[in-house]
């Protein structure tokens, strides 16, 4: 979209703050990750430069691992509006009574790591792995880690309307997001 995402105005207030207020009463810490974090100060969180510059999602995630206190991170992505609280919920309960590492959703698009639930512990040495490689995949770490999927028919409980992924990266994106809410969808 030519310009940062997250502080694009939605609905009245950046993008981000849409996404945070959505997914606050989740966690006691909520963290982002920036290069930028001066454009980030009206926000009372924890703000953390990615650990390695230049390396996209990937980086951003290890730096969210890196940086939690947490042993269970929620990772969500700064442009999904419809950010599902509930699912990431369900997907914590699972990913500690499954024991897992990382519970990821699949839906009829592919899986979703950016809306996804991940161990600390385990995940942090795979993702190091992943970047230590050259890879910048995000999923190109998950066969080093167990992982549980959240399948389409599981997902149509917690996201009936199918839009907890769907996420910004064009003005149409973000007027037919802004339609879905005034209609009251999310």
């Known amino acids: 979209m030519g310009r940062d995402k997250a502080l694009i105005p939605f609905l009245g207030k950046p993008l981000i703050l849409h996404v945070y207020e959505r997914v606050k009463s989740l966690a006691d810490e909520v963290l982002i990750t920036t290069n930028h974090p001066e454009n980030y100060s009206f926000l009372d ?14 980086g951003g995630i290890y730096t969210a691992l890196k940086s939690a206190n947490n042993p269970f991170v929620a990772i969500v992505a700064c442009d999904m509006p419809f950010a599902n609280p509930e699912l990431l919920s ?12 990382a519970v990821i959703p699949r839906s009829e698009d592919g899986l979703e790591p950016l809306h996804a639930v991940y161990r600390r512990k385990t995940c942090i ?47 149409e994106d973000l007027k037919h997001a802004q339609e879905l809410v005034l209609r009251g969808m999310k």
């Open 125 to 171: 040495p795979a993702v190091k792995w992943a970047l230590g490689s050259g890879e910048w995949k995000v999923i190109s770490w998950f066969f080093k880690v167990e992982l549980s999927f959240i399948e389409s028919e599981e997902l149509r409980i917690y996201d009936p309307e199918q839009i907890a992924f769907w996420n910004v990266n064009t003005v």
């Open 90 to 101: 369900m997907a914590r309960d699972r990913l500690i009574c499954e024991q897992v590492d």
């Open 45 to 58: 969180v924890p703000l953390h430069k990615d650990i390695l510059k230049e390396r996209g999602a990937l």
